[in-house]
């Protein structure tokens, strides 16, 4: 294991705090719920997938993930399919609405940050290397799939 400087670990720290802090803040220019988003953003991600699998990459109970798609299949914005492999099960798909919702929420998280960031001195650079930063980092060990995919549903 690699020896961390107090200063290392103490904005490792602030990293994790205001990444939640600023994913908090954007999701509050949304009108559509959490949950709903962050399963619409697992299917971008991962495509089709069961509800077991989606439970999985959550780190969500599948009662739980079950409820998130069945009110996401009420609006229209996913449908369940036979799994082409597995009879018994079936696959979760995001319909063309789905998307748009996605592609909207995703949008109004957008101007959220740009808005906050027209506000500073920092440049598009800046938010460039921020961008590659965190993307680094959830890159390790192949995290990006894992626990890290909620948090990152912006």
């Known amino acids: 294991m690699p ?14 705090v205001h990444a939640a802090r600023l994913v908090r803040a954007a999701r509050r220019t949304s009108i559509q719920d959490g949950a709903g988003v962050r399963v619409l953003s697992l299917l971008d991600q991962l495509g089709p997938a069961t509800v077991t699998a989606l439970a999985a990459a959550d780190r969500s109970s599948q009662p739980t993930m079950s409820g ?4 996401l299949a009420e ?5 369940k ?3 082409p492999d597995d009879a018994r099960a079936s696959l979760v798909h995001v319909t063309p609405a789905g ?5 909207d929420v995703r949008r109004a998280h957008a101007t959220a940050v740009a808005d906050r960031l ?3 001195d920092h440049t ?4 460039a290397t921020a961008v590659a930063v965190l993307r680094d980092l959830l890159a390790v060990d192949g995290a990006t ?3 890290s995919v909620e948090e990152g549903t912006l």
Do not use: I
Not at 3 to 16: F, P
Not at 68 to 71: E, I, K, Q, S, Y
Not at 75 to 79: A, D, F, I, L, N
């Open 3 to 16: 020896q961390h400087t107090a200063e290392t670990l103490r904005l490792s720290s602030d990293l994790v």
């Open 68 to 71: 998130a798609v069945a009110a």
């Open 75 to 79: 609006k229209g914005w996913v449908e």
């Open 81 to 83: 399919r036979p799994h």
């Open 99 to 103: 998307a748009a919702a996605l592609s």
């Open 118 to 120: 027209a506000t500073t």
């Open 124 to 127: 598009t650079s800046d938010l």
């Open 145 to 147: 799939l894992a626990g």
